[in-house]
T-cell receptor, first 106, second 112 residues
Framework: GIQVEQSPPDLILQEGANSTLRCNFS?????LQWFHQNPWGQLINLFY???GTKQNGRLSATTVATERYSLLYISSSQTTDSGVYFC????????FGAGTRLTVKP | ETGVTQTPRHLVMGMTNKKSLKCEQH?????MYWYKQSAKKPLELMFV???????ENNSVPSRFSPECPNSSHLFLHLHTLQPEDSALYLC???????????FGQGTRLTVV
């Protein structure tokens, strides 16, 4: 099956810093989503981005489908950004990476 | 609020119990999914239903039994579980298979 690798596995930032999270996948995909999992376990949709670039406030994402990767940018990070960020790709069905655990310190 | 509601939010059950997890979506979607999230493991797809028909079963043990009576409701019936089945169980829905998915809040299951 398709392999999804996220990096880095852990990231610690000071409030106000910027960060880039990466998702590599091993085969062509039909779509790609980024999620933020909050401390209570809920997966919050961030982006549905099979290709191209999207922005939503301080967050933006870029997927280069031909090169099989996606990037999630977080600017001016806040403590509420803490949590686990997942990339999920769809070829036959949705498969998740292992996630990046982000901790933003005040 | 994502439009996908799971109940209960927390469940503790003994290994000989029978319980059910419920998922309801108010988005008019046609595909529904069960995922399992164990500690230190990626989310694992368990079951896929498309227009109420089960289209995928990812080698899930028979002690997990899904049911999809209509496109809005999905159940996961549990019986004779093992402690290693303790996990967060997440339900999701999408308009069709392979389109944008939305997740419920999850049920945190502990098997004792």
């Amino acid at each position: 099956g398709i392999q999804v690798e996220q990096s880095p596995p852990d990231l610690i930032l000071q409030e106000g810093a910027n960060s880039t999270l990466r998702c590599n996948f091993s085969d062509s995909v039909n779509n790609l989503q980024w999620f933020h999992q909050n401390p209570w376990g809920q997966l919050i949709n961030l982006f549905y981005i099979p290709s191209g670039t999207k922005q939503n406030g301080r967050l933006s994402a870029t997927t280069v489908a031909t090169e099989r990767y996606s990037l999630l940018y977080i600017s001016s990070s806040q403590t509420t950004d803490s949590g686990v960020y997942f990339c999920a790709v769809v070829r036959s069905d949705m498969r998740f990476g292992a996630g990046t655990r982000l901790t933003v310190k005040p | 609020e994502t439009g996908v509601t799971q109940t209960p939010r927390h469940l503790v059950m003994g290994m000989t119990n029978k319980k059910s997890l419920k998922c309801e979506q108010h988005l008019g979607h046609n595909a529904m999914y069960w995922y399992k999230q164990s500690a230190k493991k990626p989310l694992e797809l368990m079951f896929v239903y498309n227009f109420k028909e089960q289209t995928e079963n990812n080698s899930v043990p028979s002690r997990f039994s899904p049911e999809c009576p209509n496109s809005s409701h999905l159940f996961l019936h549990l019986h004779t579980l093992q402690p290693e089945d303790s996990a967060l169980y997440l339900c999701a829905s999408s308009q069709e298979r392979r389109t944008e998915a939305f997740f419920g809040q999850g049920t945190r299951l502990t098997v004792v």
